[in-house]
Structures are given as C-alpha cells and as structure tokens.
C-alpha cells in the first residue's frame, strides 16, 4: 500500500488512545491543567463513572476567546515559555489533553479571566471543532466532558464497572490532592453524592499543611501511627510521613509518590520502599508511606511517558540510596513503637461481634448469646468475702516487692501467661508481649549490628564456579564486585559473557550459585543495586534469630521478664518481630474501664 498522511482526526484519536485511556485519565488531566491555572478551588463532578460527564470547574486564571481555539489543537500550551524540556515547572506540557479528549467525547469549555467582562466557550465533537462564543460564567474555567469514547466504542468495551472507574478518577484525584494541600478539592458523584470534601489547608499557626491533608486522605490511624521524615543527599530533598511497620495493607495501594509536585508511579521508588520495609514486614504485605521527592528539574526526566505517570532520574542510584536509608532510619527511631490499630483490633475481640463498640457501653455488655445472669447478691457475697477485715492492715508478699521499673514505657512484668506471653503494668494501663516475636527482633537487631560492624563472613569454594551471562548482564555485574564482595560474593569476570564466583557467604550453606549470579544480573540491571543476596542474608540472620531466641513455652523469672522489656526499650524495630508481625499490644486503662461498663 501506498504511504499516506493520517487526516488529523484519527490522528487526535490515536494519541487519544496513549493519553486518555479511561475516565481516571481525563479527570487527571483537566485537574492538572487547574492547578496550573493557579486555581485554590477545584470541584469535580463524575456521572457513571465519568464515562456520561466529567466537569472540572476551578477559579483559575482563565482563557480568553483566542486562548480557547488555540487550546484545543495539538501541541499547543502555555506551560513551555522557554520551549526548554529540561526545566519543567508544570504539571501538564505536552498540549495534547484537550484535543485528544476532544476527538474521543463532546467537549464544552468555558472560561473566563479575570478583568473580562464576559466568559466565552468552545465546542469539539468528535473531533470536529466549533468556533468560540460568547457564554456567562464566573472567573475561571469549567470543562464539560460528555459521552467519553462515543467516538471510539471500540474503547468502552475495555472499561470497567462505573464503580470501578469513580473510585480509579477519585484515587487520581486525591494524589493530586496530596501533593497540592493548599488547594480544596470537592468529587461528586451520582446523585450529587460527595464522594470527597478537602478544604485547602491553610497551615496556619504553625501546622503543617500537608500533614493535615495526609490526616483527610489517609485517616486518624495513619495520622497516629506515622512518622515522619525529612533527609537530604546531593541536590535531593526527601520529606513525608511513613507508617509503622504494624500499619499495613494487602496491597501497595495506600503508597503515594510525589516527584516534584508531580504524582508517578515508579518502579525505582517501588523498589526502594519495598527494601526498607524489608526486614520489618511480611513479604504479602506493604506499609502506608507518603513520599514526597524535590530535586532539579534537569535531573528528572518525566518526558518519558505520554500520560507523564512516569519519570526517570539520571542518578537512580542516589535517590534509591536517600530513600531505603531515610526510611530505615525513621523506621529505628521510632524504637519499640507499635501501631495502635493492634490495640483496637484486640479490644474488638472482646466485644459482642467483634466490633467497635459505642461510646457509652451499657454493663454485661460482654455478654454472649445464651448467657445466664448470675443469681442476685453473688456480687455483694464476694466483696465481703475478700474485703479486709475492720482495722485490718493490708497483706503484702514480701516475695515480691513492689517494682520501681512500673514508670518505664513498657512497664513492669507481673506474670506470664500460658509460658508464651509477659503481662506488663503502666501506669495507664497494661502490656501484653509475646516473648518470642520480642526476643527474636532482639537478636535479628544484634545480628544485623554485627554484620554492619564486622562485615559478613566469606567463605572460599574449592573450586571456583564459572557462570555465563548475558555479555552486557556480566559487565554491569563485575562493575558492581566491590559491592558484592561487601555481602560476601566475590566474583571477577571470566572472558565476554561470563563471571567466575571465588568466595560466597558462609551465611548460606548449599547457595545454588547460578542462579543466585543471574539474579543478582537482573537486579542490578533493572534496579541498578544488587538487592537479592541482602535479601538472602536478612533472610538467614530473620531464621537465625527465629531458632536462636527464647521459645514460646518457656517459663521466664520476673527478673528475666524485666530485662526482657528493657532490652524491647532499647531495641529498634522491636514494636514487630522479623515477619511483621506486633510484638506487644498496649491496652489503655480507659478502654479496659469502658469493656467493664465502668466508663
């Protein structure tokens, strides 16, 4: 066949099809361009998902008539002034949103700035684009868009529920949200239902923006049980809050990423959280984080992706280094913290169903289906049973004076239930530790001191194993020798395609060295770190630990009780053992009142 130039309607739908590929994406977009309106108030309005109507109003700068046409036509936008895509200080750059929504749907825009004495609008249907008129409308702009890929219903077969795609656009919104909490957002949905209400936060008497609205987004529990982070390497700034590693979900939902202003999806940030939560969390499940990345705009591509979701660094290895070590960090400072969901959780379990009980319990609330009230007076025989007698001084056991350790955070051991589990007192209430998880976070956190002070031990192969790679896997590998050698794996290149191994950790008895080296090739060329062997060694030190700490089922002294809970104190990560699991629940005197009626 013969080549020829697309005419520019099937044009505008094919990069329709990289840009807009769903409700979420449009309302991406149109958002987008509000924010960079300089607009405090954006208000959202989905029908069906989005796929009948998204209108996105604000009270930005606005457009004039002239604007308006231009606005609709590829490769046309304000946000380039010096036509450099190495300084990028906008959201939205490419110029290619409002065509490409526009040959897909029927698109209404219409706006006006400020000083005008009149609004104006423009039409594109399908495509076809209508000239701009006059039109009444407030400072600002609203987008009208109806019949999403009426255009294209080829498309629609590949969408989801409306369901679906309100809670996808409403997700796209709240990460912008996030990144931009001066600015208030209003979602509504069918039925003029308030799908989401966030005022702009004003910071006012020294609060901290942005950590309010991760309080409106993210919830109370997340709020409390957060911490926060604040870490510079080179010319990049990494700040946020992180939750504990008690805090987590089924899913990486709940981790949000902001470059520069600029929500993204990335793998290398992925990656990096997933390795600083590591030896804190079980493999199936992922902390709530909020990360919050500012570097130059020179060293951050994110002209890589048609709908700008992702980004590229030029040094990926310092920011995942700032990252995995700022988290770490934060992670260890909070000590033997714990999250309080446990708390609730636990406190759950004693109520009738399991749930939230309100805030007025009524007496005997505890009490199960076929339960039978005991006969009236046996309250009042027992207290007289076991009040002292008139004048009577009360008995102390000498056997057990009193302990001077009841002020410290984790209290002071009274017993031990079952051989499994220490019951500590505080003043505000009672602790209850599981001996085991505690004890083998406490000799995970040894080893790892260990192996950070004296380096892991190497241990030397008879004869040396030659492995073949990929010829440009196998360079990337002997680049990254000095590093290897750090965890133990020494290796050297052996010709083009193949390295030769010498020394591998004596941590990992009967390593399978192939396919440890083409791991670790894959890693480092898609992560640029070798993030596997760690793994395997925390692995080894988290099992070491496991069989090397004090048993469920052996009965402690209250002497060693204590010690235990002191050395919890003083141990980082010991709020959770080395699967992720709580360590202690903390329950308040308060909560244990209102369990007995007594609140």
């Known amino acids: 066949m013969p080549i020829r130039q697309l005419p520019p309607v099937l044009v505008n739908r094919i990069a329709a099809g990289e840009v807009i590929e769903r409700p979420a994406a449009a309302v991406k977009e149109l958002v987008e361009n509000a924010i ?54 906008a959201l939205g750059f490419r110029g290619e949103a409002l065509p490409s929504i526009g040959a897909v749907s029927r698109l209404r825009i219409v706006s006006r700035p400020p000083g005008s004495d009149s609004a104006w609008e423009i039409r594109v249907e399908g495509g076809a684009k209508h000239a701009p008129a006059p039109a009444a409308h407030p400072v600002g702009t609203r987008v009208e868009v109806r019949d999403l890929f009426f255009a294209t219903p080829a498309r629609l077969k590949f969408l989801k529920t409306p369901r679906s795609e309100r809670d996808q656009a409403v997700d796209a919104v709240k990460r912008l949200a996030m990144a931009y909490p001066r600015i208030g957002f209003t979602v509504i949905g069918d039925d003029e239902r308030v799908l989401l209400r966030l005022s702009g936060e004003t910071g006012l008497a020294g609060d901290d923006p942005r950590r309010a609205r991760l309080a409106a987004l993210l919830g109370r529990d997340f709020a409390e049980n957060s911490v926060p982070l604040d870490a510079e390497r080179a010319s990049f700034r990494l700040t946020g809050r992180i939750g504990l590693p008690t805090l987590n979900r089924g899913l990486p939902r709940d981790q949000y990423l902001v470059v520069n202003g600029r929500p993204v999806r990335d793998r290398l940030l992925v990656g990096a959280v997933r390795a600083a939560y590591q030896d804190v969390l079980a493999r199936d499940r992922h902390p709530v984080v909020a990360l919050f990345v500012d570097g130059p705009a020179a060293e951050i591509d994110v002209n890589v992706h048609p709908a700008k979701a992702e980004i590229r660094f030029r040094d990926a290895a310092l920011v995942r280094g700032l990252i995995v070590g700022a988290l770490r960090h934060a992670l260890e400072a909070a000590g033997h913290r714990a999250s309080t969901t446990v708390a609730d959780a636990t406190l759950a379990a004693f109520r009738p169903g399991g749930s939230a009980a309100p805030p007025a319990m009524p007496r005997l609330a505890l009490a199960q289906p076929g339960y039978t009230a005991p006969p009236r007076g046996l309250y009042e025989t027992g207290n007289a049973f076991y009040a002292p007698a008139a004048g009577a001084e009360p008995a102390v056991d000498a056997a057990t004076p009193p302990s001077d350790e009841s002020d410290a955070p984790l209290g002071s051991a009274r017993a031990q239930l079952h051989g499994t589990y220490i019951l500590a007192e505080t003043p505000s209430g009672i602790v209850l530790v599981d001996q085991h998880a505690a004890h ?70 009967g390593l399978e060295i192939a396919a440890l080296v083409r791991d670790l090739a894959e890693e480092v060329a898609e992560w640029d770190a070798a993030l596997s062997l760690k ?65």
């Open 535 to 599: 793994e395997r060694i925390d692995s080894v030190c988290g099992t070491l630990a496991c069989h090397t700490s004090v048993r469920a089922g052996r009965r402690l002294s209250p002497a060693e009780m204590d010690a235990l809970l002191r050395q919890m104190e003083a141990t980082p990560n010991s709020g959770q053992c080395n699967h992720g699991r709580p360590t202690y629940v903390t329950l308040a005197l308060a909560d244990i009142e209102r369990l007995f009626g007594r609140r």
């Open 440 to 509: 083998e976070r406490i000799v995970h956190e040894r080893m790892k001191e260990a192996l950070a002070t004296r380096g892991v031990a190497r241990q030397v192969l008879l004869l040396p194993e030659v492995v073949e790679l990929d010829e440009a896997l196998a360079a990337r590998l002997v680049t990254r020798a000095d590093e290897l050698a750090e965890f133990g794996l020494v290796l050297e290149g052996f010709g083009a395609g193949a390295v030769v191994v010498r020394e591998v950790p004596a941590l990992l008895p």
């Open 36 to 89: 960079d309106a300089g607009a405090d108030r954006v208000e959202i309005t989905l029908r069906d998902g989005g796929q009948s109507l998204i209108a996105v109003a604000d009270n930005g700068c606005g457009m004039t008539a002239d604007e308006l046409s231009l606005a609709v036509e590829r490769h046309c936008t304000s946000k380039l002034p010096d036509d450099n895509l190495l300084e990028i200080a």
